[in-house]
């Protein structure tokens, strides 16, 4: 039954990321006023399973200088450590209802990191290597921002367990009680999924694509459906940190509008300059919640005194 419900939440994943780039294409286009995808199906429905027949019959490309044993490997991992973190969600089946899935969450959001270095490195190509360095030291720095606040949450609830995060929320949400840092926690986020305003690692007008520039066919295909899949996850894992997380019909809505908001902000705003993203990560987000997280240990460490 545990394999079963794996197959069908990843059918379920695998579908509601297909669409979701039609969803963005569609944002896309009426922010810049036009219609976007309106061909294949009703109103381009269809569009999503166009690309990807597209996509997976293309002629799969290599260079001959490549390491390309990692080269065809690193966006099978990537995409792999994406669907593996729907594990901790809160189901009512139960499913792999684990007591240490916020630390599990962590470490192998903190994996992510390997694919796309090795992805990269190998493809042997200075301009790949320049975004993935990007990409890498963007990502590590948001990381720790990431923990941080986490931990205060967790130094606050008393558990490691995405479950009793979503018990705790029963009588308020927690985005009402910690506002600032469920703001800073989306800001690392957009970070952490390389999002506008801080998609250094596929730069787009500045590095052509980023890390993954040498990738066609089926690996740039498997890139891609990781990070959707990412965006959605991390939507989801908002949801169930701030917002409530009870599975229902509420439940998916409110992930919908969470990732309306990360396509809309790809539609407004600029990209940030790089030196000032990484100012931000060290500089303000960092301390900030280091000071929270040791507020957060000296109340939590008086009230078990008193």
């Known amino acids: 039954m545990l394999v079963i419900h794996y197959i069908i939440v990843l ?12 969803f963005e294409r569609k944002v896309l286009s009426y922010v810049q006023i036009r219609k976007g ?20 019959t293309k002629e799969q490309t290599w260079m001959n200088v490549s390491n390309y044993i990692l080269y065809f490997l690193s966006p099978v991992m990537m ?28 470490s192998v959001l903190s994996l992510g990191v390997y694919p796309l270095m090795i992805a990269g490195w190998s493809s042997n190509s200075k301009y790949a290597l320049l975004g993935g360095l990007r990409g890498v030291a963007q990502t590590i720095s948001y990381e720790v921002s990431l923990a941080l606040i986490l931990l205060s949450f967790i130094v606050f609830v008393g558990y490691y367990s995405m479950e009793e995060f979503v018990e705790v929320q029963n009588p308020v949400y927690m985005f009402f009680m910690f506002y600032f840092l469920s703001l800073i926690w989306v800001v690392s986020c957009l970070a952490e999924m390389n999002r506008t305003p801080f998609d250094f690692a596929e730069g787009e007008s500045e590095l052509v694509s980023g ?77 900030f919640t280091l000071h929270i997280l040791f507020v957060y240990m000296v109340v939590k460490f ?5």
């Not at 729907?86 to 009512?92: A, E, L, N, Q």
């Open 79 to 106: 995409f792999f450590l994406a669907l593996v973190l729907w594990c901790i969600m809160p189901y009512t089946t139960g499913f792999l209802d684990f007591n240490y899935s916020m630390f599990f969450f962590l």
């Open 211 to 287: 890390f993954n520039v040498e990738y066609s066919a089926g690996g740039f295909a498997l890139l891609f459906l990781g990070e959707y899949t990412m965006i959605i996850v991390m939507s989801a894992v908002m949801v169930s940190l701030f917002l409530g997380g009870n599975l229902d019909l509420f439940y998916f809505l409110k992930t919908t509008l969470l990732v309306f908001l990360v396509l809309w902000l790809r539609g407004t705003l600029p990209r940030y300059r790089y030196d000032k993203l990484m100012g931000l990560a060290w500089k303000s987000i960092l301390p």
């Open 302 to 306: 008086m009230c078990i005194i008193w």
């Open 11 to 22: 059918i379920c994943v695998l579908i509601s990321v297909a669409f979701l780039t039609l």
């Open 37 to 56: 995808p309106n061909k294949v199906g009703f109103s381009g429905i269809l569009q999503p399973f166009s690309d990807a027949i597209k996509l997976f």
